[in-house]
């Protein structure tokens, strides 16, 4: 009986291709042909609860192929996800989400992660709060986040209440602009959350200045926005046509772009997990291998800077 391996060397072979495309193949083949990478787990501060470090984040789901994002979330627990990072700003995709979730029957696979209104009054008491539940069908949420400091004083004696009645597992607060990270680290130094959410990136490294020493000053979890520089400006464009270095294949079980910049935000120490915004099935494989295997050390984070620094553009 063939192995899966088996026929991705028959294919390699058959395929005779140019040497550049038979480098990147035998790469896969390698990577194929080793032993499964063990999943990058980490520690929630709060608790001590380990949960995955690459999740999805799904600010696309009301617009994208449902079948498609069906399947998506129908195999990332399989692969070794689990956390889904949505917001009540990202129209159709909480009411998605719990659809599909209550379709498919695998809500408790996840941790499940949303935001209360990112503009607009949040003054109408727990009202607000509750809608997330209604459009998620769900009785509980892993983590509620106040979105883009909208309604700090309003909302943090609600989530107090609703975490500990249970509704919501931890608290968290989320930014994606460097203009607000002033504001963040005022909210939860005045405020006790358990998460916050901030962009970072190989390419945008200015949370590392002050916000995530902070967090992990204050024991928060953190997790990462944007991971890709964000939809419709990600950085694939700047490495388009390139191959990632040999030396990460090698040393880090890299073998795509996308796990290159992954693998740089989930080995920052004060993170959590990152939510990369994942819509199709093969984008999902992608991801996810990049929160399995070895994680870049001090050294190979600042190879990998220079590395980026030198690209073009
Ligand atoms: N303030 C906040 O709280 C805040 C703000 C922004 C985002 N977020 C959260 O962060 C999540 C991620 O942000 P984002 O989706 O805007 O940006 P992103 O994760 O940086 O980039 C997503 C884009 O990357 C591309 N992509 C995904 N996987 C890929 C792969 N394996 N290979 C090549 N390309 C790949 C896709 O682009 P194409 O479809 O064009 O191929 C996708 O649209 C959001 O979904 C949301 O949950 C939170």
Do not use: C
């Not at 963040?184 to 995530?212: C, E, H, M, P």
């Not at 073998?255 to 910049?261: D, G, P």
């Not at 740089?264 to 004060?270: E, G, K, R």
Request: aromatic content about 8%; charged content about 20%; proline content about 5%.
């Amino acid at each position: 009986m063939s192995t899966d391996t088996d026929i991705l060397r028959r294919r390699v072979i058959q395929a005779g291709v140019a040497t550049g495309v038979m480098a990147a193949a035998s790469r896969a083949f390698a990577a194929a042909a080793a032993k499964p990478l063990a999943p990058v787990l980490k520690t929630i501060p709060s608790t001590g609860e380990k949960i995955p470090a690459v999740g999805v984040g799904t600010n696309a789901y009301g617009t994208e192929d449902p079948a498609e994002l069906k399947r998506v979330l129908t195999a990332m627990p399989g692969l070794g996800g689990a956390v889904i990072d949505t917001a009540r700003g990202y129209g159709e995709s909480e009411v998605v989400i719990g659809r599909l979730l209550a379709e498919i029957g695998n809500r408790d696979r996840f941790f499940l992660a949303t935001k209360t209104p990112l503009a607009g009054s949040v003054a109408g008491g727990t009202a607000v709060l509750d809608e997330s539940f209604r459009r998620l069908q769900v009785s509980k949420i892993d983590l509620l986040q106040i979105h883009n400091l909208n309604g700090v004083n309003d909302l943090y004696p609600h989530f107090r209440e609703y975490k500990s009645a249970g509704k919501i597992r931890y608290m968290g607060i989320t930014t994606s602009q460097d203009g607000q990270y002033d504001g963040l680290i005022d909210a939860v130094t005045k405020n006790k959350f358990d998460f916050l959410q901030v962009d970072y990136s190989i390419g945008n490294r200015s949370a590392a200045d002050k916000v995530l020493p902070l967090a992990q000053e204050k024991g928060m979890g953190v997790l990462i926005n944007v991971p890709f520089g964000g939809r419709g400006r990600t950085m694939f464009p700047r490495v388009a046509g390139k191959t990632v270095p040999e030396w990460v294949t090698q040393e880090l079980d890299i073998t795509s772009w996308a796990q290159f910049f992954l693998k740089y935000i989930i080995s920052h120490t004060a993170v959590t997990a990152t939510i990369p915004g994942t819509t199709t099935v093969a984008y999902l494989e992608d991801n996810q291998q990049g929160g399995h295997g070895r994680l870049p050390n001090a050294a190979q984070r600042k190879k990998m800077e220079e590395f980026w620094d030198a690209l073009p553009g």
